[in-house]
């Protein structure tokens, strides 16, 4: 068999993920210290596993609705405008495999062949390869460090064209950490709605970000929920990576669409993991803060430590990562990884994993404990001296 000839073109285009070539090599490595994977250290809240438990236990375990269980969804309604001021119905929710499927089924819902899809970056691995197997046409803007890896509106007025038909809006930012704030907000939405643009707003950390204000979403703002499908999940927010749940919220004629393609890929996300979701929208707040509190402290101590031995690095405002600088060695991002993993066994994943804008740049985790980030950045310390590029 010719399986070249076989295989679909766009899928035998797709990169693999450079998150998980790093993950891989290290898992081979025993006193290899890894801060690639954005995982929570934190285990799922025990009320969290309990509900699971116990809709085992009562024999919960046959399908649910397509959509998803009706009291997850109003559930997810009730939280949406409790901590956001988003406000939705029941048959606006689709309950997804992940938040990453959710992201797949609103642009195959949307995006047809030739459509262009704008996708700021550095971003998540995954926006760009499903754009292209919809036949789509990936449109990357690159963000700036000046800017805080902020989408400007005169970037996004400068990248529209008659064939716009989606706007990726990933904030809080995987991997950079950057926060739109309401300003930043209210003219990217002009320009939104100026043209009549559909924007998928990747929400999955809102509940993660530092200081005093909290995460606000551009559906919020006026004339934006119309034309904005929220993605979100439970994954970061409440450590439950491995429950694979996610969600969707937006325009009904859109979630009606997502909801006939979920159907016959999927039919439905996981019973228990629904079943366990139901109590972490209503018992879990109080945890959320705690993680969050946490992360915080790692945060400001990664900071200050990547910025004293001279890789550079601004203050990310959300999510669990810092995104410094490397160029001081004079490497790529690819290179400088693969020394530091060979030489120090620290995993971190290269900028370029995550967009062209991204070389330059590593990604750090810090959903990790304190001592495991001490450690890799005592190897870091050395690494940089050892090579002379540490800041004197």
């Known amino acids: 068999m010719n399986y070249n000839e076989l295989l679909a073109p766009a ?7 450079g998150i998980r070539k790093f993950f891989d090599l290290a898992t081979d490595m025993p ?23 116990r809709s085992l236990e009562q024999g919960r375990t046959k399908y649910t609705a397509n959509a998803g269980l009706k009291e997850l969804r109003a559930e997810i ?39 262009e899809v704008i996708i700021p970056e550095p971003c998540f691995v995954c926006y760009e390869p499903i754009t292209q197997l919809t036949g789509g046409v990936p449109v990357p803007i690159a963000t700036r460090a000046e800017d805080e890896f902020r989408l400007t509106a005169a970037q996004l007025e400068a990248a529209i064209t008659p064939r716009t038909k989606l706007v990726v809006f ?60 929220v993605v979100n999940g439970f994954s970061k927010s409440y450590a439950m990576t491995g429950w694979r749940l996610g969600y969707a919220v937006g325009p009904e004629p859109v979630i009606s669409v997502m909801t006939k393609i979920h159907q016959s890929c999927i039919m439905s996300a996981p019973t228990t993991s629904q079943y366990a979701a139901i109590t972490a929208l209503r018992q879990c707040d109080d945890q959320i803060e705690v993680m969050r509190d946490e992360y915080n402290r790692r ?65 750090i985790s810090y959903a990790y404990s304190l001592d495991h980030l001490q450690t890799a950045m005592e190897r870091i310390r050395a690494f940089l001296r050892e090579n002379g590029w540490h800041k004197a």
């Open 170 to 229: 990933p904030y809080p930012n995987n991997p950079t950490g950057a926060v739109m704030e309401e300003k930043d907000l209210q003219a990217v939405a002009e320009v939104l709605r100026r043209h009549d643009v559909m924007v998928l707003s990747d929400e999955i950390y809102s509940e993660l970000t530092y200081g005093t204000q909290r995460h606000k979403s551009i559906a919020s703002l006026p004339g934006m929920a119309e034309r904005t499908i």
């Open 11 to 17: 899928a035998k285009a797709m990169r693999p993920s």
């Open 299 to 363: 945060r400001r101590y990664l900071v200050k430590t990547l910025n004293d031995m001279g890789l550079t690095c601004f203050e990310p405002k959300g999510a669990f990562y810092v995104f410094p600088s490397i160029q001081v060695s004079g490497l790529s991002s690819e290179e400088f990884c693969e020394r530091l993993l060979r030489e120090k066994e620290v995993a971190i994943i290269p900028g370029s994993a995550f967009g062209a804008s991204g070389e330059g740049y590593a990604r």
């Open 77 to 115: 309604c009730t939280y949406l405008a409790r901590r956001f001021d988003l406000h939705y119905q029941v048959p606006q929710v689709l309950v997804t495999v992940g938040g990453s499927e959710a992201i797949d089924l609103a642009i195959r819902a949307l995006v047809r062949p030739g459509d």
């Open 31 to 53: 006193h290899c210290i890894a801060l690639g994977v954005g995982e929570p250290d934190f285990k799922t809240p025990w009320s969290v596993r309990d509900a699971g438990i």
